[in-house]
């Protein structure tokens, strides 16, 4: 293996999560110090675009990818995903929880696009839910808008994350226009009596046309759906996020490989989590690079703000550096 580009995610704020690795996990803090600090996008969608050679467009253009590899066909028209959301009020204004904790049902998914659609007819406007958690709109030309990713919004305040540019008014009408129609949907009336979060939003990102992807990978070990995406769609192996490192190296004969790490709705404690992970990952990683084995490591700390770290063999030996 020459290299690995290691991404952990956490669910708190960057200085959470400095300090808890502090206490757990010496051996990221060493990683994440030893390194040269890179000027890394925080956000999962422009790391992922980036390790697949994929230029930016007006967003990083996740729609037509995940699009396509969801089973679409994407040709050369703009896409946008348009995904499903709960909305809900806290102190500093409007946050958001993604589909993918709100248990959305196939049948549900259905008849709540089935609905917009028939709203968005006269308008030649289409939205496809291929799943339920990921709905993609098609629009007959490429709009002067900026989307904020999805996973960068979660648990965050929406207002400095809206859509910007000449046409976002526009979208963010019909936006709305949507909001309203769902929020008084029977899906939505079923769910709330049965005690689950309406979906009572809509999240607008990743908008872009089918672009050409020059990967510097061949291996991307992931459980996260943007990176498998991105991983069909090239042609690179994908596998799932290996629980160890040594997982990783056994996994077959590989140049380069991009692996995600995220704790699951079960792990409570992230100190146990980290340390788990100092054992399994960190640790052992920090030993080869002493060795060689991988030649260069790049670390992203995705919470918050997020930071990235480019680490070699020979920095690997400079223990005097900590990380602030």
């Known amino acids: 293996m020459n290299s690995l580009h290691l991404v952990l995610r956490l669910p708190i ?30 956000g999962l969608a422009a790391i992922g675009c980036q ?21 679409l066909a994407p040709g050369e028209a703009y896409w946008l995903r348009l995904d499903p959301a709960h909305l809900e009020v806290g102190m500093g204004g409007l946050m958001l929880r993604t589909a993918d904790t709100l248990g959305l049902a196939d049948a549900e998914a259905a008849a ?12 030649g406007l289409e939205l ?21 990713p999805l996973d960068q919004v979660a648990g965050e305040y929406l207002s400095p994350h809206l859509p910007r540019g000449r ?3 526009r979208l963010m009408a019909m936006v709305n226009e949507a909001q309203m129609l769902l929020h008084d949907h029977a899906v939505n009336q079923a769910r709330d009596n049965a005690g689950l979060p309406p979906v009572n939003g809509l999240w607008l990102w990743g908008g872009g046309i089918l672009p050409v992807m020059r990967p510097r990978l061949d291996l991307a070990a992931s459980d996260a759906p943007e990176i498998r995406a991105l991983a069909t769609a090239a042609g690179v192996e994908a596998r799932p996020s290996p629980s160890h490192l040594e997982e990783l190296r056994a996994a077959g004969r590989f140049r380069n490989a991009l692996a995600t790490l995220a704790p699951s709705p079960e792990d409570h404690d992230l100190a146990v989590y980290l340390a788990e992970l100092e054992r399994a990952w960190f640790k052992p990683l920090l030993r080869g ?20 770290s480019l680490l070699t063999p020979a920095r690997a030996w400079r223990f005097w550096r900590r990380a602030g």
């Open 289 to 308: 690079l002493a060795l060689g084995r991988p030649r260069a490591a790049r670390v992203d700390l995705l919470a918050g703000p997020g930071r990235a």
């Open 13 to 42: 704020r960057l200085e959470q999560a400095l300090a808890a690795a502090a206490r757990t996990a010496p051996s990221l803090m060493a990683l994440l110090g030893r390194g040269e600090p890179l000027s890394a996008d925080p």
């Open 112 to 123: 709540l696009v089935a609905s917009l659609n028939r709203n968005w007819a006269e308008e």
């Open 167 to 169: 046409d976002a008014r």
């Open 128 to 148: 496809a839910a291929p799943t339920a958690t990921r709905w993609y709109l098609r629009l007959p030309a490429p709009p002067e808008v900026g989307t904020t």
């Open 51 to 71: 390790a697949f050679g994929i230029a930016r467009q007006q967003d990083w253009p996740l729609a037509p990818i995940s699009a396509l590899a969801d089973g």
